[in-house]
């Protein structure tokens, strides 16, 4: 071949082959979109500095350039451009949310009265209830400072006080702006806080008195969520009731902490949150009702689409459903699967298809893209798309030929649950650092009795509460959610029902999905190399390096890694840092046991250890300042758990002024020495502001670590 031919041939190869392989394969592209979409939003995530305007003036022209030319363009490129057009269209996205739900974050803390408005009633992790309060008072506070939404935990009874949506309350508390991750690369709250626009939580032991009672008009959906809930509770006792109002209404402030473990650990956290499967319950009920019910009546079974009424009446449920629900994102992920569905039964179309689901997808990530980061937006996806895969392959044969139609309705329920829990497994183990051994045999004994009994019943209870008959499904609810609460405590209190799992590193879950993602939408054999991906993902997830040393962001405890595990220095206090750095390390140990282990030695306030030949003491308490110059000389690192107002010559130091500037810091291993490694390393729209400050160097380069201490 001429150098000529062989330049050219090499352009086709490498230039046009792809072109023309997205060509041929339009048509199944769609789902392509939502992807690139999500990818753009993880993009805009993912930097460390606030993008400019210029980023998002080159976004905008790129989705108007790539939309041009998807639209009018040759056909070769028409693919290409609507993807760039897409990953723009993520970043734009990303990019208005932030600004346009940007409010106040306290800068400082608080303490003092707090007047506000109740929207939201709910449980803290210790069990404590919580008050989330708008309209905003602070004494002493601009009105351009205060945040917008506060949330405050009531540390004591307040048998006074019986909290209503809308009811506006003051009281006493203790204030600071949402704390970021414990660690680097951690879950960051207060990301998720801004977006929520809640610019700060605290707590109060004081009484919480009731200031007014609710306006006429105010919050109807929530103080209607807030009297349904009651009224199920006056009909069922415990927390069987409060169970069953939580999967109806969404109002889990009756929910003990003891019942979200249990569920939490068999696997059956998901019946209560109302998603996908509580809304198809409700909807599919009130479908086959109206449907089946119309047909009764020949003389509108002749003359009406029965399917279509049930179809629009199912749809004004749906949307019922989702805003008492309070409209979090699986359910709204749901509640647009739904509409997508039944708008394909009203259009005489197929409905459940994967171009659905990405219709789906796209909407939510364009209204909501913060909602890409939470773990029911990845977990019910995943669970969405590998059910219609799953029932797909097998529809031409096993399902429908080799299975008796007596077994089907086991078979559908065994393979689903062994789909969903399959797909869904991966997300659940990063996000949550525990696998639940028997969460199918949970699934397969509970599923049946939500579905069933549970949602039909509460349809059934609304029907009939005018008539003053609600007392007979409610006591059918009830029924089923003991069985589903006995199935949780049984399933959760087996030996070996939870296996840990340590947390994967940031690069893990994208990569894992892009690859999954593309052994599910490519055809051909190139399909295949969606595998290379995930085995990287998992290989990375395998071979993940914890630190060697974690210290939270006030000084006050340290965990370090040993061959028992990791070792706290502190058996009570930063109870929430300590509970999820044992977690990410896959470890289920409480903090007690934790601080048991062998690592540090010396008294409450200065523990003492050794690591990778760094000698370190760690001050805290009464008087910690005062032992620094003692400190200093005997150790290679001081971590001190207060401002040092004077720092002894060559002692290497770290102070709380200095964690102040890094957040929370690990210490990883590299080559002979140490690196650390801050949590406060952006600068975003939540981000608190940012301090330069220079860490300690304790790589050994030219220097001994104690010649470095000496510089």
């Known amino acids: 071949m001429a150098p000529s031919g062989l330049i050219l041939h090499l352009i086709w190869r490498g230039f046009l082959w792809p072109l023309v392989a997205l060509q041929s394969a339009r048509g199944t592209l769609f789902p392509w979109i939502a992807i690139l979409v999500g990818c753009g939003i993880g993009g805009w995530f993912t930097v460390l500095t606030e ?12 989705v108007a350039a790539g939309s041009a030319v998807a639209w009018r363009g040759p056909d070769l490129g028409r693919p290409l451009a609507l993807a760039l057009a897409a990953l723009a269209a993520g970043w734009l996205a990303a990019g208005i949310r932030a600004h346009a739900v940007q409010a106040p974050m306290l800068d400082f803390r ?94 109060t032991r004081k009484p919480v008195l009731l200031l007014e009672e609710p306006a006429g008009g105010a919050l109807p959906i929530d103080r209607l969520r807030s009297h349904l809930t009651k009224g199920m509770l006056a009909h069922m006792d415990g927390q069987a009731g409060a169970f069953a109002a939580g999967a109806m209404t969404g109002d889990r402030s009756a929910i003990s902490e003891d ?90 179309r197929r409905a459940l298809t994967l171009r659905s689901v990405a219709v789906a997808a796209a909407i939510l990530l364009l209204a909501k893209p913060e909602s890409m980061l939470n773990p029911g937006f990845q977990m019910s996806f995943a669970a ?16 429908r030929q080799r299975i008796p139609r007596w077994a089907m309705p086991v078979f559908t329920l065994v393979l689903s649950s062994v789909i969903g829990g399959f797909a869904t497994a ?59 609460l006995f199935v949780a405590h049984w399933i959760g209190g087996l030996e070996g029902s939870v296996t840990a799992i340590p947390a994967p590193g940031p690069s893990v879950l994208p990569l894992f999905t892009l690859g999954a993602f593309w052994l599910i939408l490519w055809r051909g054999r190139v399909q295949w190399a969606g595998v290379v991906p995930v085995l990287i993902a998992l290989a990375l997830w395998v071979t993940a390096e914890r630190p060697l040393l974690l210290v939270s962001g006030d000084g006050k405890l340290l965990g370090l890694d ?85 720092r002894p010559e060559g002692c290497t130091l770290i102070d709380s002024r200095m964690l102040w500037a890094t957040g929370p810091l690990a210490f990883l291993r590299e080559g002979d020495g140490l690196q650390i490694v801050r949590t406060k390393q952006a600068a975003r729209l939540w981000s608190p502001p940012r301090r330069k400050v220079t860490l300690p160097d304790l790589r050994p380069k030219d220097a001994t670590l104690a010649d470095l201490k000496d510089q």
Request: some cysteine; aromatic content about 10%; glycine content about 10%.
């Open 51 to 62: 993008p400019g305007p210029g980023s998002y003036a080159l976004a905008a022209i790129m």
């Open 110 to 203: 608080y303490y003092g009265p707090v007047q506000g408005r109740i929207v939201n009633i709910d449980r803290s992790q210790s069990d404590a209830l919580r008050l989330t309060l708008d309209q905003v008072v602070l004494r002493e506070v601009e009105p351009d400072r205060t945040p917008i939404r506060v949330r405050v935990s009531l540390q004591n009874e307040q048998p006074w006080l019986d909290p209503v949506p809308g009811q506006v309350v003051i009281l006493t508390a203790s204030l600071a702006a949402p704390e970021g991750p414990v660690e680097p690369g951690g879950f960051d709250f207060r990301r998720m806080a801004y977006f929520d626009q809640l610019g700060a939580v605290g707590y």
């Open 259 to 348: 019942t979200v473990a249990a569920l939490r650990d068999s696997s059956l956290a998901h019946l209560l949150a109302i998603s996908g499967m509580n809304m198809a319950f409700l909807t599919g009920f009130v479908f086959a009702l109206f449907r089946y019910g119309l047909a009764l009546i020949p003389y509108v079974a002749l003359r009406v689409n029965t399917k279509k009424v049930a179809a629009v009446v199912s749809l004004g449920v749906a949307l019922f459903y989702l805003l008492l629900s309070g409209a979090n994102v699986a359910t709204e992920r749901a509640f647009i699967m739904i509409a997508v569905f039944l708008g394909a039964v009203l259009l005489d």
């Open 384 to 399: 969405t798309i590998a059910l219609i895969v799953g029932f797909a392959a097998l529809e031409g044969s096993i399902y």
């Open 426 to 484: 991966p997300y659940a183990a990063a996000h949550f650092n525990r696998f639940t051994d028997y969460g199918l045999l949970a699934n397969l004994l509970t599923v049946p009795v939500m579905g069933a009994v549970i949602m039909p019943a509460g349809a059934v209870a609304a029907l009939v509460a005018p008539l003053g008959l609600a007392w007979l499904p409610l006591w059918a609810m009830e029924q089923g959610a003991r069985w589903i």
């Open 562 to 646: 040993g061959p028992k595990g990791r070792s706290l220095s502190a058996a009570r206090g930063g109870g929430f840092a300590a509970e999820n750095w044992l977690q990410n390390d896959g470890d289920l140990t409480e903090q007690t046991e934790a601080a048991a282990r062998p690592g540090f030695s010396g008294p409450k306030g200065e523990r003492w250890f050794d690591m990778a030949g760094v000698r370190v003491v760690a001050l805290s308490g009464k008087g910690a300042a005062a032992k620094l110059a003692e400190a200093c000389s005997g150790a290679d690192l001081v971590i001190l758990a207060e401002d040092a107002q004077t």
